[in-house]
């Protein structure tokens, strides 16, 4: 049976050019600065969203984290959505390994925190018994709400009340290019208004490995220290930089055939007996949902669906995940309805 694998954009497998472009990279020690691919990529990624220099890091969270311990020190707050992945899904690193303090604002069904919030967690301290704001993050697009994309009225807002404050504003941007395809606008349009942003190679761009974190020239010198003290230095990294490479050349574009899927996977879902989904939530490659039979648990809906070579992921135990991605064609989404109408039937 072959599997429709729905659960996640980071299910891709790299493109016959990207296994082409890894057998023949050019190679050096990465740790010494000596990988010309890994410089190459760097250069290349700082340039397309608009900053000074990057880092490539081995994963999306090791990027955030070391943002977030290159930006704030021990006892400072940072500053993020109760909802967002680095909070939710990154296992508390910037309080384990940085001291740091999580203070979750509530976050909208679209991503975005409301901006009065924003301004009064960012307001300077003048108590010996307050913890100062060290970082405020933003992520676009935003996993939990279902792939919404933050515009850029709303960051330009929330970078003005950083920069008031004298906080730096960090943007967990993993899936940035899927907002910049959304919206129909270049990702600097985007970026522009982030002091830092981490996006990933290795979900809708398919690349096997590797994100990305880019900033200021000092701040990513900063960064490069903590990525070494998290044991995230590479070596002979170009074999991972070279897939990237054609992520970021030939990849990007390419996402609104994912956006088309997903709105395609929507409208049939919605369609459905059984299904409940506000399409409106649904602006790029995810489908979240939930099912009218609150008897029936979502764990068994989806290990149903399973039995029928759908592979999908369930939220909070309530919610279902659909992601599409490349690999993922219309005749799989197609089936795909037909197997949750079989499912919800049975």
Known sequence: MTLIDLRSDTVTLPSPAMREAMSHAALGDDVYGEDPTVNQLEAFAADLVGKEAALLVPS????????????AGRGQRVICGDECHI???EAGGASALGGLIYQTLPTEPDGSLPLELVRQALQPVHDVHTSEAGVLCLENTHNRCGGTALTPAYLAEAHALARAAGVPLHLDGARIFNAAIALNLPVQTLTQHVDTVQFCLSKGLAAPIGSLLAG?????ARAR?????LGGGMRQ???IAAAGMVALTSMIERLA????????????LAELPGVQL???RV???IVRFELSNKALPVSTFVANLRTHGVLMGSMSGTFIRAVTHYGIERPAIEHTLEVVQKVLAE
């Not at 999306?60 to 311990?69: E, F, Q, R, V, Y």
């Not at 200021?216 to 990513?220: E, K, Q, S, W």
């Open 87 to 89: 909070y939710y899904y």
């Open 216 to 220: 200021p020239a000092p701040f990513i």
């Open 60 to 71: 999306g969270t090791m990027g955030n984290l070391s943002a977030l311990l290159s930006h």
């Open 257 to 268: 055939e994912d956006h088309a899927n997903a709105r395609l996977l929507a409208s049939g």
């Open 225 to 229: 220290r903590v990525r070494k003290l």
């Open 237 to 239: 990294a170009g074999i």
């Open 278 to 280: 506000d399409l409106s």
């Open 283 to 285: 602006q790029t490659n």
